[in-house]
């Protein structure tokens, strides 16, 4: 069966390694990224079930390649899910703006915490709104 | 014959009185010419004595690198310095005998005028000598530059008769802090990075086989990445509040059970410390609007500090209140108390109590600072009375609907 595969562009090495590994014990598959340009490229090369993308990056910011992803007709419909150290910033609203299914705040959760929310994203994804399997439905 | 001719020695002898009178007059005359000389030289050395002193003052007044403007009790400028002119844009003939409020507009940070009777020159003329550091002046050509400025009366015979302004250009000032806070919201964004590093391998460390201790160490890693995530939340939250764009966005929360949550995650310190603590509300359920970031730095300031600074076997009240449109929170312990001295400015940036560095040798001071600020921006009050010694009650009111500030940063 093929792994769902994931793209994470991230910058800091030690933040990239440790959701890299706990990504991939998790069972799916990683392509690491460490600037805004190597997310763009790994993301074209992969096309992947979904990008895990910090926002300062060197080389491009994230919402710069946010905003290119979603131009490009073969990228536009990759979900993205935007990294941010904090919460409550005006970074979460613009990056929903540019397109962005979701964000993590890394400072408020564990690393366990980041993989169960990928891990539901995939979940909710299979499941779209209004088409939920109820108890007893047929189709 | 009749002595109506006199003798000609008679006729010399009047001639000679004669000239001896007409001498004491001319010798009269003669010293009070010379007193008049004296006196007009004196006049003259007083005029120009006073030439030269006026000329002094105004060279004095013309090198005071600040600027100076007097008015009359009617508000007419009666006198402008070179400073004064340069930084206004006006030359002296343009504004000598006009008004002062008609020409020289004031406004605030906000770009709003400020009403005239809160302009520090207005209050200096019914006697109140004033400092103002949050103003703008608009000049001539209608740009604007933030002033520092100090207002007095002037006094003659008891009487306020005008007022002086003397005012600096502060853009440099501004700058300066603008660039400061700037740098320590980067900085404290910064090292966020490696703190959630430091904190996720600490959590891998976890599931990994170590020995008793090495689990132990662990544990204080925890406890000391939590203490300086705290630190630099604290300083993230300074410099957001001096920024001055805190968003406020309510939420319906049960203020009893957050209040409630939190005094739970002291249990264990409070426990430690033999502290014994009570938490009391009026209603079991106290539904309010309110922003969740600001109430937790109010909360997570004034509940720790209870347990901080009381000492062993001492005892900590909680209760909440409604009354009217708001809820009271009321937080007493029976600590070390805040001198009287201090209690003034407790709540100013990096104000720690004198007695303070007994219990907690090094604080940086902010928590109250951060706690008033975001109890005003929910439209609240926090007030506090102690008794060295004895203990402190902290008491903190808020709306119950709390209004919403639009904002670009949110207090963490």
Same mark, same amino acid.
């Given at each position: 069966?093929?792994?769902?595969?994931?793209?994470?562009?991230?910058?800091?090495?030690?933040?990239?390694k440790?959701? @890299?590994?706990?990504?991939v014990?998790?069972?799916?598959?990683?392509?690491?990224?460490?600037?805004?340009?190597?997310?763009l490229t790994?993301?074209?090369?992969?096309?992947?079930?979904?990008v895990?993308?910090?926002?300062v990056?060197?080389?491009k910011?994230?919402?710069?390649?946010?905003?290119?992803l979603?131009k490009?007709?073969?990228?536009?419909?990759?979900?993205?899910?935007?990294?941010t150290?904090?919460?409550?910033?005006?970074?979460?609203?613009?990056g929903?703006?540019?397109?962005?299914?979701?964000?993590i705040?890394k400072?408020?959760?564990?690393?366990?915490?980041?993989?169960e929310?990928?891990?539901?994203?995939?979940?909710?994804?299979?499941?779209?709104?209004?088409k939920?399997?109820?108890?007893?439905? *047929?189709? | 014959?009749?002595?109506?001719?006199k003798?000609t020695?008679?006729?010399k002898?009047?001639?000679?009185?004669?000239?001896?009178?007409?001498a004491?007059?001319?010798?009269?005359?003669?010293k009070t010419l010379?007193?008049?000389?004296?006196?007009?030289?004196e006049?003259?050395?007083?005029?120009?004595?006073?030439?030269?002193?006026?000329a002094? +003052?105004?060279?004095?007044?013309?090198?005071?690198?600040?600027?100076?403007?007097?008015?009359?009790?009617?508000?007419?400028?009666?006198?402008?310095?070179?400073?004064?002119?340069?930084?206004?844009?006006?030359?002296?003939?343009?504004?000598?005998?006009k008004?002062?409020f008609?020409?020289?507009?004031?406004?605030?940070?906000?770009?709003?005028?400020?009403?005239?009777?809160? !302009?520090?020159?207005?209050r200096?003329?019914v006697?109140?000598?004033?400092?103002? @550091?949050?103003?703008?002046?608009?000049?001539?050509?209608?740009?604007?530059?933030?002033?520092?400025?100090?207002?007095?009366?002037?006094?003659?015979? *008891?009487?306020?008769?005008g007022?002086?302004?003397v005012?600096?250009?502060?853009?440099?000032?501004k700058?300066?802090?603008?660039?400061?806070t700037?740098?320590?919201?980067?900085?404290?964004h910064?090292? #966020?990075?490696?703190?959630?590093?430091i904190q996720w391998?600490?959590e891998?460390?976890?599931?990994?086989?170590?020995? +008793?201790?090495? $689990?132990?160490?662990?544990?204080?890693?925890?406890?000391?990445?939590?203490?300086l995530? *705290?630190?630099?939340?604290?300083?993230?939250?300074?410099? #957001?509040?001096?920024?001055?764009k805190?968003?406020?966005?309510? $939420?319906?929360?049960?203020?009893?059970?957050?209040?409630?949550?939190?005094?739970?995650?002291?249990a264990?310190?409070?426990? *430690?410390?033999?502290?014994?603590?009570t938490?009391?509300?009026?209603e079991?359920?106290i539904?309010?609007?309110t922003d969740?970031?600001?109430?937790?730095?109010?909360? $997570?300031?004034?509940?720790?500090?209870?347990?901080?600074?009381?000492p062993?076997?001492?005892?900590?009240?909680?209760?909440?209140?409604? @009354?009217g449109?708001?809820?009271?929170?009321t937080?007493?312990d029976?600590?070390?108390?805040?001198?009287?001295k +201090?209690?003034?400015?407790m709540? $100013?940036?990096?104000? #720690?109590?004198?007695?303070a560095? #007994?219990?907690?040798?090094?604080?940086?001071?902010l928590?109250?600072?951060?706690?008033? !600020?975001?109890?005003?921006?929910?439209?609240?009050?926090?007030?506090f009375?102690?008794?060295?010694?004895?203990?402190?009650?902290?008491?903190v009111?808020?709306?119950?609907?709390?209004?919403?500030?639009?904002?670009?940063?949110?207090?963490?």
């Open positions: 069966m093929n792994k769902t595969k994931i793209v994470l562009v991230e910058d800091d090495e030690i933040l990239a440790v959701l @890299h590994e706990e990504l014990e998790a069972a799916f598959e990683v392509a690491l990224a460490e600037d805004g340009e190597a997310g790994a993301v074209r090369k992969n096309m992947p079930n979904l895990l993308l910090d926002l990056l060197p080389k910011h994230g919402f710069e390649v946010l905003a290119e979603k490009a007709p073969e990228t536009r419909d990759i979900p993205v899910i935007i990294l150290v904090l919460g409550a910033d005006e970074d979460i609203k613009k929903l703006e540019l397109g962005a299914n979701d964000y705040v400072s408020q959760h564990a690393v366990a915490e980041i993989v929310k990928v891990k539901d994203f995939f979940a909710k994804e299979s499941h779209p709104e209004g939920k399997p109820k108890v007893g439905d *047929k189709s | 014959m009749e002595n109506r001719e003798t020695e008679q006729l002898e009047d001639l000679r009185k004669t000239r001896e009178e007409l004491i007059q001319k010798w009269g005359i003669e010379e007193g008049m000389k004296v006196l007009v030289k006049l003259i050395q007083k005029g120009e004595e006073a030439e030269k002193a006026k002094q +003052d105004e060279a004095l007044l013309a090198s005071i690198g600040d600027g100076v403007i007097a008015i009359d009790m009617d508000g007419r400028i009666i006198l402008m310095n070179k400073a004064a002119q340069t930084m206004l844009g006006w030359h002296p003939a343009e504004l000598l005998d008004s002062f008609e020409t020289i507009p004031i406004e605030d940070e906000k770009g709003k005028p400020v009403p005239l009777e809160q !302009q520090p020159i207005s200096a003329l006697g109140t000598t004033t400092t103002g @550091h949050s103003y703008y002046y608009i000049r001539k050509d209608k740009t604007k530059f933030p002033a520092a400025m100090v207002a007095t009366p002037v006094i003659i015979d *008891k009487k306020i008769v007022a002086i302004e005012f600096r250009d502060i853009t440099k000032e700058e300066i802090d603008k660039v400061k700037e740098f320590v919201s980067i900085a404290s910064q090292l #966020r990075t490696p703190l959630i590093g391998l600490a891998l460390l976890k599931k990994e086989k170590l020995t +008793d201790k090495g $689990q132990e160490y662990l544990n204080d890693i925890r406890i000391s990445i939590q203490r995530n *705290k630190l630099v939340e604290l300083l993230l939250n300074v410099s #957001r509040l001096e920024e001055g805190i968003e406020i966005s309510p $939420q319906s929360i049960d203020v009893v059970n957050f209040i409630k949550k939190i005094v739970d995650s002291l264990i310190l409070n426990s *430690k410390k033999r502290l014994s603590l938490f009391t509300a009026d079991p359920k539904m309010a609007l969740v970031g600001a109430l937790q730095n109010i909360a $997570q300031t004034i509940l720790p500090n209870a347990t901080e600074y009381t062993e076997g001492g005892k900590i009240e909680v209760k909440i209140k409604k @009354h449109r708001m809820f009271l929170l937080v007493s029976t600590g070390i108390g805040i001198p009287k +201090d209690q003034g400015r709540f $100013q940036e990096f104000a #720690r109590a004198s007695n560095g #007994r219990i907690k040798a090094a604080g940086m001071g928590g109250l600072w951060i706690a008033k !600020q975001a109890t005003e921006l929910l439209g609240g009050k926090i007030w009375e102690s008794q060295e010694n004895r203990g402190t009650t902290f008491f009111e808020l709306p119950l609907k709390s209004k919403s500030i639009d904002g670009t940063k949110k207090l963490v």
